[in-house]
DNA sequence: CTGTTAGCGCATTCAG
DNA sequence: CTGAATGCGCTAACAG
């Protein structure tokens, strides 16, 4: 029992050291098992260890080695369940990993993000993972260059330092398209998401479904959502105003699928009796609205497990082998699409 | 242009030094605007710190002056999209302030909560702000008397030392079950959240608003949801099962409202016309399920910013003085609830 | 107003 | 296998 309260100096490795009867390099030796010590020595280390209470303090140990065992998470918007699944498998392995995550929400912002980007160097963050960043791809490799690992989540850099991997954006839109063309419907609606890249593949992967479909692109039937609830609903409000005649809407995400619905519903029309729609994502959620969300699945608990494992390895000095890592989506069928009256 | 690429060491305050022809201790008073410095050292000092690209490195500066402007942050799931925004709210203020943030999902689970609190402490992070922990209070008051403040959520520890924000989840639950009571509902159900203080919290709010309005308290009529929407849906399966004439439910939060209304539409019954639902949280998401859903509003972003506030505070030396911050809840009217058939 | 001098707590040569 | 010595980069007395 270390009198508990009391304001005392925090033992430190000298402390151990003095009372084991050895020097400070061999319990930073025994502590982590680098180089050989011998047994009783162990044994009397460990005795003091646990009768001080003593923790070694990382700050000095980073001062030292250079790194921290944290890596940085840049992300768009926490509040986007989306994010937060990938959050939770990033964490689960940087847990097992004895790492630790510092969590940084960019909302889109490319001067945030720089800002970010500098103060998590400054900390000596061991690597960042960044996901929808808008910065500039030099600006992203700049760092990297200065020997600050990054791996990126759909966004590429278009370096071959700085791994991607995302789901294949354009690939999944073009299903969702073809799963709306397919079932008959002609009028098909996009709301896209905020100004990024994956908004732009998702919309070029529905334009081009639809083109080669031999549907032409009909500009007032795409809006901006935003990718958020709010502005799926208003995305939506518009194109039935600008484009009565839809049939159905492909969102660029879950969470602006579920806006558009309330809005279609609060309109007097049905969900898929009057329109059809497909989200992305295939949120946990999705399974459970009303009517549950056919979508396209990105697989988020592979996409945070492989980013983090190369990040990591990156972190260990491995060179990323491949350097974009595409995973394939699939379309989700549930309740909230059919043929078109 | 500090040739890109250059695998050359970072320069240092002594670089800085040496190239404005002053001390480090000068050009550490000017960075930090500690102590005067004159004028002319100090655009001396800007200049080299420019043309050196100088960056001062933070786990330095933590080591002596033991602090690291970093908070953490421990919180059961942050899948949970009340958590993601209280998340949101906290970054804005932590961003605000030059602090940073280490996330840490502890999924209801003790023995882990207690590793974090230990890694962040020996990682000196600042302070924590830790919500629903199921830690034995006595285990999270040892790390307060040991100079590592917290502020805790949604769980008192009733030390004087450890202040705690939160709504007020008895007084929100009675209100929903108020409502429904008052709507001429009888047979009302309970979903309950995962073992944690909320849940009973919750529980009991329920169970006294039903017994003062003198129904007694049916044990058929309570089902665990797990505070996710698969639980809720779970739940709501059994208790339709068990209570098959229930007329409404009170979910312990939105997530497991809206599972419930999927288990309730499967199960051929419709909501609000057979069986009325009101949840706890008003997530944003909420307002646009199918039905819209009526709930007890939680400001989350007040709690975030109170809370955080309340720890910076305690990290600069200042004493809270009131210990327990109590947010009323709102009821929100919306689309889920009315009068049984 | 400024420079000199000590550490902060630890890992790591380098001898032995 | 072990210890003495050094330094990571910075801030904080303490003199001047």
Chains 1, 2 share one sequence.
Not at 28 to 44: C, F, H, I, M, Y
Not at 125 to 150: C, N, S, T, Y
Not at 197 to 212: D, F, K, P, T, V
């Amino acid at each position: 029992m270390s009198t508990p309260g009391s304001r005392r100096r925090r033992p430190t490795i000298y402390d151990v050291a003095r009372l084991a009867g050895v020097s400070t390099a061999t319990v930073s030796r025994a502590l982590n098992d680098t180089g050989q010590v011998a047994e009783p020595k162990r044994v009397a280390i460990d005795a003091a260890v646990e009768q001080l209470g003593y923790r070694p303090n990382t700050i000095a140990r980073s001062l030292v080695t250079r790194a921290t065992q944290t890596i940085a998470l840049l992300l768009p918007d926490i509040t986007n369940p989306f994010y937060a699944e990938l959050v939770a498998g990033i964490q689960a392995l940087t847990l097992e990993r004895d790492y630790t995550m510092l969590l940084c929400t960019t909302g889109f912002d490319p001067e945030l993000e720089e800002r970010y980007l500098r103060l998590l160097r400054a900390k000596h963050v061991d690597g960042a993972l960044v996901d929808g960043l808008v910065l500039p791809p030099e600006r992203i490799a700049r760092f990297v260059e200065d020997g600050f690992p990054i791996v990126c989540l759909d966004r590429d850099v278009s370096s071959p330092a700085v791994p991607l991997v995302q789901v294949d954006n354009r690939l999944g839109a073009g299903m969702a398209t073809e799963h709306l063309l397919s079932l008959g419907h002609r009028r098909i609606a996009h709301i896209a998401g905020a100004p990024a890249r994956i908004s732009e593949e998702r919309l070029l992967g529905y334009q081009a479904a639809l083109e080669s479909a031999g549907v032409t692109p009909d500009s007032a039937l795409v809006a901006l959502g935003a990718f958020t609830e709010t502005g799926g609903h208003d995305a939506m409000c518009a194109l039935l105003e600008s484009a009565p005649d839809l049939t159905a809407v492909f969102a660029a995400n879950d969470l602006s699928a579920i806006g558009a619905i309330n809005a279609i519903v609060a309109s007097g029309r049905s969900v898929p009796g009057d329109v059809s729609i497909v989200g992305f994502d295939d949120l946990r959620l999705s399974r459970f609205t009303s009517p549950p969300l056919t979508t396209v699945r990105q697989p988020a608990d592979e996409i945070a497990r492989h980013s983090t494992e190369l990040l990591l390895g990156m972190i260990a000095g491995r060179k990323p082998r491949k350097i974009h890592h595409l995973f394939v989506p699939e379309l989700i069928l549930r309740d909230s699409t059919r043929t078109p009256r």
